[in-house]
C-alpha cells in the first residue's frame, strides 16, 4: 500500500484540505480506455470514451496529469513532481468558474427567483463576496443589483435565506 | 413606446390555496390593464407565479399576510401613463408589494 499526502484546494476558496489518498500499485493508471476498434460503428461517437470520469473511477488530482488528447508529451509530465507544481500553482490563481457566463445569461433577469438568488447570499441573508461567488466583476455586480432589487420588493428576505432555496442534506 | 414590466404582490383571499383563482389579482390586473388599454398601450404578457410565501410577514391596513399572490404583467405604453398606474396600486387595498420596470427602449429592442 502507498500513500501519499497532498496540500490541495477547493476552488474558489481559500480552504486547505489534507488530502491522504492510497492506491494499489497493481490499479491500471488510466482508467476507462476505449477497447473499439477504429472502424466500428461507434468509435466515432464518443471520441473522449477514454478520458470520461464515472463516479466509481474517481482519479485523485494529483495523479491526473496537464496532458490532453492528442497532444505529445513527454515522460516527465506524468511526474508526480510536475502535477503537484501545476497543482501549487493553481491555488494562487484558481480557475474561475462564472455559472451565468457558463448558461449567457445576466444574472438580472433572475431578480424574481429567490431559489437562484440564495445560492449568492449567506445564511444570515448577506450578499456573498466575490471570493466566495466566483463570479466575475460585471456579473458579481449585477447579481448584488439583482438581490437588493428583490428584497425591496419582498422576494428575497433581509436576514436569512428564501424558504424557497435549496437546501443541503 | 416603452417596455415595461410590472411585479405584483397581491393578499391571498382568506381561504385561498394554491389552485384557487386569484380574485383580488384579477381584479387589479384588470384595472392596471384598462389604464394601459386606454392610453393606446400594448399588453404583452400576464404570467403568474402563484401563491407564495413571503418573505416576511408583511403588515397592510392592519392585517398582516405572510402568504402572497405573484404576478407579472409586461407592456408597451408611454411614460405619462406610469403615474397613473402608481396611483392605482398604492390605492388599492389588496396590493402589497410593487415594482415598475422598465425593459427597454424601443431601440434597444430592435437592436
Redesign the interface.
Known sequence: MFTRKFFSSIENNSRHVLQTVSFQRNRPFCTGISLQAPNTQNSSVRKNAGFQRRSDSFIPPFLVPNVTEGQVYSPSDLKFETVEARNQGNFFNPKRHDCFKAANRSPLEFW?N?VVLSNFITELGRIKPRADTGLSAKNQRLVSRAIR?A????????KHK???AEREK | MVLYEL?C?TRPAVNATRTSAPVSAISVARNCGKTILDSKGVVVDIES?GL?????P?KKLNSKHNF?Y?W?MSFYSSPTVQQELQRILRLEPTV????LLKKSDKLNHLG
Open positions: 424574481k429567490p432589487r428584497r425591496a420588493v419582498g422576494v428575497l428576505p433581509t428564501s424558504v424557497y | 411585479f404582490i407565479m407564495k410565501e413571503l418573505a416576511k408583511i402572497g405573484w407579472t402589497l408589494r410593487y415594482s
